[in-house]
């Protein structure tokens, strides 16, 4: 059975630091890992996804994360957060046929002036 | 490509009443997805379909909620009679089937149930 575990409700951050959401799965398959982002009153979407090629994922908005199968981790971190990156963050596990896509329960991320 | 249409934006319904949601997927992608999303709460996966057969519907309440998907394109989504704790935002996503493929979202309807 697949699940995933968003350790973190709400993360607060100054604009100008680092960002890291971190984000744990379990999956009996090799799955496939996605980071999505939803704005206030807007749709998701795709921030990057994993699927065995190079473990360190690249995205968009500077975004990027590293699947660690050791520690059954996602994490996303971006080297320095804008204003414009609060929003709400959702870790995706998906089975390789995308028969089966779970959503983490949602980090959400604050950023202060 | 032009992404995935749901209508309506907004409905608002009392309860007993029933609604009907619309979603037109992205063209050529075979799985599509009804998700609820409950204020502050990560989507919650009700139906999926792979072209017109469903995958997985464990999650829908079937005594009250419905979904098709005619010819494999569009789909419906429909609640009756709705309940208070229906009020949500219903999203609509589509995806091409394979290894790693990414889910598209429509921008969702909002329901309020009074």
């Known amino acids: 059975a697949q699940s995933v575990t968003q350790l973190d409700s709400h993360v607060s951050v100054s604009e100008g630091t680092p960002v890291l959401l971190r984000c744990n799965y379990s999956s009996s398959y090799s799955p496939s890992l996605f980071w999505y982002v939803q704005h206030p009153n807007k749709g998701l979407q795709l921030l990057l996804k994993y699927t065995s090629a190079a473990t360190l994922v690249k995205g968009i908005n500077g975004f990027e994360a590293e699947f660690k199968k050791s520690e059954t981790s996602f994490h996303l971190t971006k080297p320095s957060a804008h204003m414009s990156d609060a929003a709400e963050y959702f870790c995706v596990v998906s089975d390789r046929e995308g028969f089966k896509t779970i959503f983490g329960a949602g980090t959400r991320l604050f950023v202060k002036a | 490509e032009a992404g995935v249409a749901q209508s309506p934006r907004y409905k608002i319904i009392e309860k007993r009443q029933s609604v009907a949601f619309w979603c037109n997927p992205i063209?050529?992608?075979?799985?599509l997805y009804w998700y609820q999303q409950i204020l502050g709460q990560g989507p919650k996966l009700l139906i999926q379909?792979?072209?017109?057969?469903?995958?997985?519907d464990s999650q829908l309440p079937k005594d009250r909620f419905s979904a098709e998907r005619l010819k494999g394109v569009d789909s419906t989504l429909k609640i009756q009679p709705a309940k208070l704790e229906d009020s949500a935002v219903y999203l609509c996503a589509s995806s091409r089937t394979g290894s790693g493929s990414p889910l598209h979202f429509g921008n969702g309807t909002r329901l309020t149930v009074t």
């Open positions: 063209s050529g992608h075979a799985t």
């Open positions: 379909f792979q072209n017109n057969g469903v995958v997985d």
